[in-house]
């Protein structure tokens, strides 16, 4: 019997995050429709964390309408995170923004881009969220 992708969703304060905790069990083309369905919101898609995130920021309701309107036949589930107060951005356009509420599409950029003083916060952060 062929799996549905299971979705855990999970929204921040900027963005919000999919993972999909079974991805090694479905089948390419159902990967590829995944991926189609990020690439058209105009997403990222991480192969190594199996996990996307799309630009626009939606709520769960939003987004499972989203996936209800597409052709994904996907199984969502709302995976709330639960954050602490932390250190905040000191430069950007997210400055004085908590790093636990930054979009994970800026983290990843930041990932690659950023090598200042403040990147043991982004790498912390990166490790929490599993990016």
């Known amino acids: 019997m062929k799996q549905k992708p299971k979705f855990y969703f999970t929204e921040l ?17 159902q990967i590829v429709a995944i ?3 990020v690439k058209e919101r105009r997403g990222i898609f991480d192969f190594s964390t199996y996990s996307f995130v799309l630009q626009k920021k939606l709520t769960f309701e939003e987004f499972v309408k989203l996936v209800e309107e597409s052709s994904l036949d ?6 709330p995170l639960k954050v602490e107060a ?6 950007g356009q997210y400055k004085g923004v908590s790093y636990s ?8 950029w930041l990932k690659s881009n950023y090598h200042g003083k403040e990147r043991s916060y982004i790498d912390a952060e990166l490790k929490r969220r599993r990016l």
């Open 86 to 91: 932390e250190r905040r951005v000191s430069f």
């Open 35 to 37: 991926e189609q369905f």
């Open 74 to 79: 996907a199984v969502v589930i709302n995976n």
């Open 101 to 108: 509420e930054l979009p994970d599409s800026y983290l990843l």
């Open 13 to 29: 304060a900027h963005s919000l995050r999919v993972e999909v905790k079974n991805l090694e069990a479905l089948s390419v083309a």
